[in-house]
């Protein structure tokens, strides 16, 4: 047989399948809730098209355990099915065909939930797809900073902690000198730490970095941490770092080295306190 009409043949007939399938039962979109906190839930839908086929399930399921079916030609026509652990329920009164309300969610929900549709008899043909939920379980309390002292010497390497508590996933954590991010060499990574009963982890980053006059602001450092989780969780903290330094030293330094605002407030300061000396004297 000639090659160029072999080939021929086979695109034609690999064509045809094409069109049948594209023609027949196919899923169009699959969307869930996510992230979602512990505790909530969600819609999962399922969209498809029959192309005059008809459906004789459609199921979805939590990995490999199905969680519930649709089958039109049964009464009822929905069913639910336990899963070890109850990482979620279904309401089925609410539910119905591909979409389906899902609520109470654990972090054992968190996983790739699928969608499988099938046409009736005699071919049973089948089409599914996939899509990921991320539960996640927020901290109780805003971050913690820890580590600083009450005050400080100019040129002191200034060196504390910030964590927050007990999250899944452990929460990302970011510091501010000053209301501006923190210089990346400043900061110290530590790992996580999971409490071995709920799986839990606590986030902590360090922070070191010399008591410079020009970060000085009136005396003091500004430093903030934020805490957050994707975007259901977002928390800061804040702390003043101070300076024990001799007032005069101070407003020398920072007229050197505070940059653009500093001196003015200095200078407002002494304004204040000039004003006050004259009026003393005046009466």
């Given at each position: 047989m ?8 086979l ?13 027949g039962?196919?899923?169009t ?8 906190e ?5 819609w999962?839908?399922c969209?498809?098209?029959?192309e ?5 399930a459609?199921?979805?399921?939590l ?6 079916r649709w ?5 009822p026509?929905?069913?639910?099915f336990p ?8 309401d089925?009164?609410l539910?119905n065909k591909?979409?389906?309300k899902i609520n109470?969610?654990?972090?054992g929900a968190s996983?790739?939930?699928r969608c499988?549709?099938s046409a009736?008899?005699?071919d049973f043909?089948?089409?599914?797809d996939v ?14 900073i820890s ?6 010497q100019?040129h002191?390497d ?16 970011t510091?501010?000198i ?5 210089d990346?060499?400043?900061l110290i ?10 799986g839990?982890e606590?986030?902590?980053l360090?922070?070191?970095f010399?008591l410079?006059?020009r970060?000085?602001r ?5 430093i ?10 977002l928390?800061?903290t ?7 330094v001799?007032f005069h030293?101070?407003?020398m ?6 940059g653009?605002?500093?001196p003015?407030?200095?200078s407002s300061?002494l304004?204040?306190m000039?004003?006050?000396?004259l009026l003393?004297l005046s009466h």
């Amino acid at each position: 047989m000639d090659l160029a009409y072999t080939s021929t043949l086979l695109s034609l007939l690999l064509l045809g399948i094409t069109n049948d399938v594209v023609a027949g039962l196919h899923i169009t979109k699959v969307t869930v809730p996510t992230p979602v906190e512990v505790g909530n839930g969600g819609w999962l839908d399922c969209e498809f098209v029959d192309e005059g086929e008809s459906i004789y399930a459609l199921k979805w399921y939590l990995g490999l355990d199905e969680i519930y079916r649709w089958t039109p030609a049964e009464n009822p026509p929905i069913k639910t099915f336990p899963v070890k652990g109850d990482p979620l329920t279904v309401d089925t009164t609410l539910s119905n065909k591909g979409k389906v309300k899902i609520n109470d969610l654990t972090l054992g929900a968190s996983g790739v939930f699928r969608c499988e549709v099938s046409a009736e008899a005699p071919d049973f043909h089948t089409e599914s797809d996939v899509a990921t939920i991320t539960v996640v379980d927020l901290p109780d309390e805003e971050p913690r900073i820890s580590g600083a002292r009450s005050s400080y010497q100019l040129h002191d390497d200034v060196m504390i902690n910030c964590s927050s508590q007990r999250s899944q996933p452990p929460a990302s954590l970011t510091f501010y000198i000053n209301q501006e991010l923190a210089d990346p060499g400043w900061l110290i990574h530590y790992p996580t730490k999971e409490d071995p009963e709920t799986g839990l982890e606590t986030a902590t980053l360090g922070l070191r970095f010399p008591l410079r006059p020009r970060l000085l602001r009136l005396g003091s450092v500004s430093i903030m941490c934020t805490a957050s989780i994707f975007n259901l969780y977002l928390k800061s903290t804040e702390v003043l770092v101070l300076a024990d330094v001799p007032f005069h030293a101070s407003i020398m330094e920072g007229r050197a080295a505070a940059g653009p605002g500093y001196p003015g407030r200095v200078s407002s300061v002494l304004t204040i306190m000039t004003s006050g000396v004259l009026l003393r004297l005046s009466h």
